[in-house]
C-alpha cells in the first residue's frame, strides 16, 4: 500500500487536500469518490508533487463569485452542443471543474470559450455552478440557471444538464421549422420582383426600339408594360420614388418598433401574432409548445412549481401567453387548480386543458406537460409542411403569372405582325 496525495473538490464545490492509502492510482480516485470528494489531481508520494489551484485549503467556506460584465452573445445550437458534452463527461464521473477545463481549451468559439474558463474560476474559488452561471446572464437564461440549481440540490446535475440540452434541440429545431416558412415566400417574391425589374430595365426596351421601327398600333397590355418600362428607365421619375418608398418603409418600421417596446404595443402585437390568418394559429401552437415543455422540464428536474411558472412566464416570449401564466402562477399560489386560469385565458384549447386536469389528477403534471408539447411540436411541424406544400404552387404561380405577363406583352405585336405578313392583300 503507498500514500496517495490529492487535491478534490467537495459537493459544495470547496476545495480540500489530504492524503490516502491505496495499491494504485485508481484505487485512491475511487475511495475518494466513495468518499463524496471529487479528485482534480492524485500523485504518489516520492514521485510528483501536487501543484495547488488559485484556492487553498485554508479557504474553505468562502465564496467568491467574480462579477462578470459585458461580453457577447453565442448561437443556441453552439450553447446545446457545450450543455450535452458537460453533461456527458460529469456523467462519465468527471468532476464538474476538471469537465469545464477540458471544454475550456477545446472549445472553438472565442465567446464561448471565454465564459466557460470563467466559469472554471470561479467554481475553483468555491462558488456552485448555478451561481456562476448567473453571472453571464447574456448567455445563461434564468430557466438555464434555475435548472442547474435544482440539479445541484438533487445530486442530478448530469441529468437535468442532458434534460437542459434536449430542451434547447427541440426549442431550436422549433424555431428554424416557423422562420423557414415565414421566409420562403419572402424569398420567393425578392426573386420575382428582381426578375420583373431586370426585364423592365434591359428586355422590355429593346422590343420597344423594335416594335417603333416597324410601326403600327400596339395591343394595350403591351402599351401598358412599355409605359411602365419606360417610366422606370426615366431615372428623374424613378429616383425620388425609389427614395422615398425606402424612407417610407424605414420609417414605419422604426415606429412600429418603438410602438412595440411600450407595453400596450407589445401586447397588441402578441395579440395579433396569435390572430392573423394562417401564421397565427402556427404562432399559437409553438407558443403552447413552449409553455408546456418549459414548464415540464423545470418541475421534473425539480424546480417548485411557483418558481417555475414565473420562469415560464418570464421566457413566454409573448405578452398574452405571460398574462395567462401569472394568473395560473396566482391560481396556483392561492392553492387553487391550474386549469381553472388556463381554461379562463381562452388561449389553450380544450385538450391541453384536459391533459394537465389529468395530469394534476394523477400527479403526474410534469410528464403530462412534456406529452402536450411533443404533440404540439409535432402538429406545428405537419402545419410548417402543409403551409409549405401550398405556399410552392401559389408562389410558383405568382412568378409565372408575373413573368409570363411580361412576355405576353411582348410577343403578342410579334404575333400579330406575323399574321399580318401572312394574311394575302
Known sequence: MANFQYIALDAKGEQTTGSVQAGSESEAIQQLRAQGLYPTQVVEEGKGTLTEGKTKSKQRGKKRVKKVTGGGKIKPKVLMIFTRQLATLIDSGLPLLRGLTVLGKQEPNPVLRSTVNSLADSVQTGATFSESLSQHPRIFNKLFVNMVKAGELGGVLEVVLTRLAEYMEKANKLKNKIVSAMVYPIIVLFIAVAILVFLMLFIVPKFKEMFAEQGGQLPLISRIVFGASENMLARPYLLPNIVWIFLVIGGFSVLVKVWGSTAGGRALMD?????????????????????????????????????????????????????????????????????????????????????????????????????????????????????TSVLEPIMIVFLALVVGTIVFALFLPLINMIKNVDTPS
Open 271 to 387: 395579440a395579433i401574432k396569435l390572430r392573423i390568418p394562417i401564421f397565427g394559429d402556427l404562432n399559437r401552437k409553438s407558443s403552447i409548445s413552449r409553455f408546456a415543455r418549459t414548464l415540464g422540464t423545470l418541475v421534473t428536474s425539480g424546480v417548485p412549481i411557483l418558481q417555475a411558472l414565473t420562469i415560464t412566464r418570464d421566457t413566454a416570449g409573448n405578452v398574452v401567453i405571460s398574462k395567462a401564466i401569472d394568473m395560473v402562477h396566482e391560481s396556483v399560489k392561492e392553492g387553487e387548480s391550474i386549469v381553472v386560469p388556463l381554461q379562463a385565458s381562452k388561449i389553450f384549447p380544450a385538450m391541453v386543458i384536459s391533459m394537465v386536469d389529468v395530469g394534476e389528477e394523477t400527479g403526474q403534471l410534469p410528464e403530462m406537460l412534456l406529452k402536450i408539447a411533443d404533440v404540439y411540436d409535432d402538429e406545428v411541424d405537419n402545419a410548417v409542411t402543409a403551409l
